[in-house]
Structures are given as structure tokens and as C-alpha cells.
């Protein structure tokens, strides 16, 4: 009898530590990948107001673009810079891959007015797909947020998500204890409320209402966001929660190509996955929001993958 107690108690243990090391060995794998061959290239051109220096000396400055993920990445072969003054600059692309944007220094001779500087760089973009399994594997990091990430989970002027009202609709969405349920899982449900709870129609102030109201008061107040406002509330939903997140620009190409007059300009949100250890890199997972509404008008399950989910079919 002792011996049978002693074998199950073995088979049990070894079982558990299979299961231990199984989901390890997966959390340590990345969760979104690049669709392959879906890669594309655009060149993208920014107009840049820099400072003006003293006329005829060299001077050095730098301005921020967006730098690789799973979804993008900037070819800094193709970077280039001019001036409307007709001073050449160099441009030279600084920084690492893995950082979320990179400087871009550039040197020219100095100016004496504020000149205005023709930014270009080749962005390639590919769709995303996610591995769930992997995704809900991934635990909130012991040890805190990275540093250089803090300023995601800060309000700033667009992102207001040090408000009452939006605080106290993200808990009552995922209860007092966010960290009770995995990253993953928090903002899969943080964004099934939104979808569920803001229709797709214009809450701009209707006459008579309070002009000092913030837009993310006024779109909670009337349970109604529009595509400009509905990525800003979901980030600031995730930043209310804990989750580092920050909202994307980006360009809708085929209405951009139709010829038509429609919105060019939308914008997603994107969430930080922590990494599966303290030596991983955490990973941004993109929620494009604003076309899952599109595409169901009700929260979706939560056990089931979701079209723009991580699920980035159409990455612009």
C-alpha cells in the first residue's frame, strides 16, 4: 500500500512538472508573428518645423519616428532628410530595433529662420497573427514595468485616463483586482466592454452641455464614441488598469486610393504583452478597434480569436 501511495505521489509530481515546464517553454516563444508574405513598403514623407541656429554654422538636431515591431519596421537606408532653405543635411538613424521609436539625427548647416524639413524613410509593414495559447501564458512582471515604458501608462492630453469616470468604468468592467486575470486576458475583456458599451455614432457636446467637460467624459457619459474617440478610450481604459498602451496613427490606404472622399486617417491601439522572463522582450500587441466594432457590434467571446486582435489583417 505504501508503495502504490508512493507511485501515484511520483506520477502526480512528474505530472505536474511536465505541465510546469510545458507551459514554459511556450510562454517563452513570441506571441505575434509577421503573416509571411504579407510584407509591404511605403515611403513616408513628414514635414518637420526644426530651430533655427546661427547662419553658417553646422548644428545638430533630432526628431522621433516610429521604429521596428512585430508589424513594422524602418529601413534607415532610406532615410533621408532636406531643408527648404536648400542646405543638405545627413540624416543618421540612432538608437536600436527594439526601441519603440528612434532618433533621427540630423546635421546641416545652420539657418536664420526656423526652416522646415522634408523627413523621408521607407516604413515596411506586415499583417500580425497571435498565438493565444502563448499570449495567455504571459504573467504580469514581478518585478514592475520597464522604465523606459512608464510614460505609457501616464495620462497626457489626449489620453486622459487619470479621470474618475474613466477609472471607475474600467474597474467596474474588470473588477477591483485588474492583476487577478492575465495581461491578455484584461484587455481582451477591457476591450469586449467597449465595443458592447459605446455604439458607433458622434458624441460631440450637445447644446446646453458642459463646455469644460473632457472628450472622454462626454463619450462616457453618453455611451457613444466615434472612430476618432473610441481608440482613445480604450488606451486610456488600459492605462487606468495598469497596462502600458499607446495609440497609433496610421493611414486607411484604400480609402486614401479610392479617389473618394473619405476619412484617410485612423488610429489603433496597441498594449504591452509582458515577456515571458525578466530577459524577454516585452511585446506591443495591436487592437484595431475601431474595425472589430465594424465588424461585430457586440464584444465577441473571449476564448475565441478576434479578426483585429493581434489578428492584423490589413496592417497600414
Known amino acids: 500500500m505504501p508503495r502504490a501511495i508512493s507511485a501515484n505521489m511520483t506520477a502526480l509530481l512528474l505530472s505536474v512538472i511536465s505541465a510546469a515546464l510545458a507551459t514554459a517553454s511556450l510562454a517563452a516563444q513570441p506571441a505575434l508573428s509577421p503573416v509571411p508574405g504579407s510584407e509591404r513598403a511605403w515611403d513616408v514623407t513628414c514635414d518637420i518645423p526644426v530651430p533655427a541656429f546661427p547662419q553658417g554654422r553646422l548644428s545638430d538636431f533630432a526628431v522621433s519616428i516610429p521604429s521596428r515591431c512585430a508589424a513594422s519596421a524602418v529601413d534607415p537606408r532610406s532615410t533621408r532628410a532636406t531643408s527648404q532653405t536648400g542646405g543638405a543635411l545627413t540624416a543618421t538613424l540612432a538608437g536600436e530595433d527594439s526601441e519603440p521609436s528612434r532618433p533621427l539625427m540630423l546635421s546641416g548647416p545652420g539657418v536664420s529662420a526656423s526652416p522646415v524639413v522634408e523627413v523621408s524613410f521607407t516604413m515596411r509593414i506586415w499583417n500580425t497573427e497571435i498565438d493565444e495559447r502563448i499570449a495567455r501564458a504571459r504573467t504580469w512582471p514581478e518585478a514592475g514595468w520597464p522604465r523606459e515604458v512608464l510614460p505609457y501608462l501616464q495620462p497626457d492630453a489626449r489620453v486622459q485616463s ?50 469644460t467637460a473632457s472628450v472622454l467624459d462626454r463619450v462616457i457619459r453618453a455611451r457613444a464614441a466615434d472612430n476618432e474617440e473610441l481608440p482613445l ?42 515577456g515571458a522572463d525578466e530577459n524577454s522582450d516585452p511585446e506591443w500587441i495591436p487592437v484595431d478597434i475601431v474595425r472589430q466594432r465594424d465588424f461585430s457590434s457586440r464584444g465577441p467571446s473571449l476564448a475565441n480569436p478576434w479578426p483585429w486582435f493581434g489578428n492584423n489583417m490589413d496592417s497600414n
Open 162 to 211: 487619470q479621470l474618475f469616470s474613466v477609472r471607475s468604468f474600467a474597474h467596474s468592467a474588470v473588477g477591483p483586482d485588474p492583476r487577478a486575470q492575465s495581461p491578455y486576458e484584461l484587455a481582451k475583456r477591457l476591450a469586449a466592454t467597449a465595443i458592447d458599451h459605446f455604439r458607433n455614432m458622434p458624441s460631440k457636446r450637445a447644446p446646453g452641455a458642459d463646455a
Open 233 to 274: 478610450l480604450l488606451c486610456a481604459l488600459y492605462r487606468a488598469v495598469g497596462l502600458p498602451a499607446r495609440v497609433v496613427s496610421g493611414l486607411d490606404v484604400g480609402n486614401a486610393e479610392s479617389g473618394v472622399a473619405l476619412p484617410c486617417h485612423r488610429e489603433w491601439v496597441e498594449f504591452l504583452l509582458p
